[in-house]
């Protein structure tokens, strides 16, 4: 048995632990583990003997524990735990050796944390770790930064534990695919185990702060996805008609799809359960009040100073927001307008969801529909509207996000690759998802595409579902049901394809009242109207 460990992971709450089960199942491999708190790592290492860890009761001790040059992965609470470990770690780490933060922490911290560290001769690196506690065990899907030195040095240790992504190839012809009943979606949908073969999912995504940052959008990208679902259910449930059940039932025929996605599988679990205590719908039980952890506002603040568009992530932050601001909805209750109000039924038993195709072809919505519902009465038509609606919305989120990384990667001085990013969240990451390989092939096809939008697949993808999603909108605002993230995707796409944008009028307006000058249409150059002084125009 090695005496001497191959790396050490400090923090072993159930992400840490996990992390570090995961790299003592790796061949040869060998892991010290440290805490703050040394009874729960000596716990932990009780409870897996397998792993054969080195428990260290304190940081000289891991330090001694590891061969060098050494290797340490912190596994702790973004902020002020992070600055602590890296205390403890400095003080008896030697140039070389390397420190790696597998938190979610703000790469702006990363990026001064590795100057900091550059100062005793050791190297920090900001890994983005995305997965949750199985992904920790089974394999995550990993955003490295730092230097392509270090990266070189941790690649063998940490590709071996990433997930694992299968390409899947272009959809095939849904007729050649049979698609399930409803109830055999909703009984295989859990049963994926993780892949084992194919890519890992790993890649170095820049220098200093890039691991951080691109985990960031990952989680921004996540916050719009699981909205724009929310709003699905919503319109389902409060449009429609249809019972939690029954949604689970049509996630899950989403999910055999373009839809086909962790995010969509957990919804269909999530509504499928009923709650033990009640025997009601478990989504009826829980309280309507989102929390964060703050990840989603970091990529919202950080596009808000790249000036980066990204509406739909930013609506999804608002609408977390809003579902917490008590007072604010107290005040709301009595004020007018239509309450959704479902209409019955009319459909067949239950609704039998489309799983979409590659040419968007659905059912139409007829016209019209009653007072506070959003169904035309033909439910399985209403089901694939809103599928078409929750795809575009996905794709516009998607591309939101991708477009930051690509103005941050300009901003921050990164060769971050688009397409390897894509590649990576194929497996392992919690916004991991089908389409994905289809925004790896865009990326591979054109390096330098200047929007996701521009992608062949995406752009017939969204000229086949955008009316849909219009719909969808104007009949979510006659219903009264709020669509903040599926509202602010159809202003995005139709803001990008307006020839002329009202910003000309803002122009003026700035120039009239604080003299911001404008440019002119017809010709090059910097003006400025001298609007209280014979209205005569002056170039700067
Ligand atoms: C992941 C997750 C994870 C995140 C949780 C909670 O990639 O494994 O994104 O990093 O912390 O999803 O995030 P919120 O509390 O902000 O929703």
Redesign the pocket.
């Known amino acids: 048995m090695k005496m001497a460990a191959d790396v050490g992971v400090i923090g072993t709450g159930v992400m840490g632990s996990n992390l570090a089960r995961n790299l003592a199942g790796q061949p040869g491999i060998r892991v010290a583990i440290y805490d703050r708190d040394v009874e729960r790592a000596r716990a932990v290492a009780a409870a897996h003997p397998e792993a054969e860890f080195l428990v260290a009761a304190s940081p000289a001790e891991l330090a001694s524990m590891l061969h060098g040059p050494r290797v340490a992965i912190l596994m702790v609470n973004a902020g002020p735990a992070t600055d602590s470990a890296i205390g403890d770690l400095t003080a008896v780490f030697e140039p070389g050796d390397i420190i790696v933060d597998g938190g ?1 922490s703000l790469f702006t911290d990363t990026i001064d944390r590795g100057k900091q560290a550059e100062q005793s001769g050791v190297e920090f690196v900001g890994v ?5 506690e199985v ?1 920790a065990l089974t394999g ?2 990993m955003m490295v930064g730092g230097t392509e030195a270090a990266w070189r040095r941790l690649r063998p240790l940490l590709e071996p534990i990433a997930a694992k992504a299968e390409i899947t190839p272009p959809e095939t012809d849904p007729e050649e695919v049979p698609t399930p009943t409803p109830a055999e979606a909703l009984q295989t949908s859990s049963a994926r185990e993780p892949e084992t073969a194919g890519e890992p999912c790993i890649a170095h995504v820049g220098t200093d702060g890039a691991g951080h940052f691109v ?1 960031m959008i ?2 921004g990208i ?2 719009a996805d ?1 909205q724009l679902i929310a709003e699905a259910y919503a319109l389902l449930r409060d449009g429609a008609g249809l019972t939690p059940g029954e949604i689970a039932e049509v996630f899950a025929e989403w999910n055999e799809g373009e839809l086909e996605s962790y995010l969509v599988e957990v919804t269909a679990e999530v509504l499928a359960h009923t709650d033990p205590v009640t025997g009601k719908p478990f989504v009826d039980v829980v309280v309507d009040s989102a ?6 506002a970091w990529t919202v603040k950080t596009g808000l100073d790249l000036g980066a568009p990204i509406a739909t992530i930013a609506e999804a932050v608002f609408a977390r927001s809003l579902s917490a601001a008590t007072m604010l909805r107290e005040s709301g209750r009595t004020l007018d307008g239509p309450r959704p109000s479902a209409a019955p039924s009319t459909g067949s038993g239950h609704a039998s969801a489309g799983t979409g195709s590659d040419d968007g072809s659905a059912g139409s919505r007829s016209a019209g529909t009653s007072a506070g519902t959003i169904t035309a009465g033909d439910r399985a038509a209403d089901v694939e509207t809103v599928r078409q609606a929750l795809f575009a919305g996905k794709i516009l989120a998607y591309a939101q996000g991708l477009h930051e990384i690509a103005v941050g990667a300009r901003e921050f001085g990164w060769d971050t690759d688009l397409g390897e990013v894509a590649r990576i969240w194929r497996a392992g ?3 991991r998802a089908r389409f994905l390989d289809r925004i790896a092939d865009a990326y591979a096809a054109q390096p330098q595409l200047s929007s996701l939008l521009s992608a062949p697949y995406f752009r017939d993808s969204l000229n086949d579902t955008q009316q849909s999603l219009r719909e969808v909108v104007v009949a979510a605002a006659e219903a009264g049901i709020p669509v903040p993230a599926l509202s602010s995707a159809l202003a995005y796409y139709d803001g990008i394809r307006a020839p002329r944008s009202s910003a000309a009028l803002v122009q003026g307006q700035r120039d009239f009242f604080g003299s911001h000058t404008y440019g002119r249409v017809d010709r090059p150059g910097t003006f400025h109207t001298l609007w209280s002084a014979g209205r005569s125009e002056v170039e700067l």
């Open positions: 979610n983005g770790i995305s997965g949750g992904g995550p899907s985990k990952h989680n996540e916050y699981m929390g964060a952890k703050g990840t989603g990451c919690i916004i």
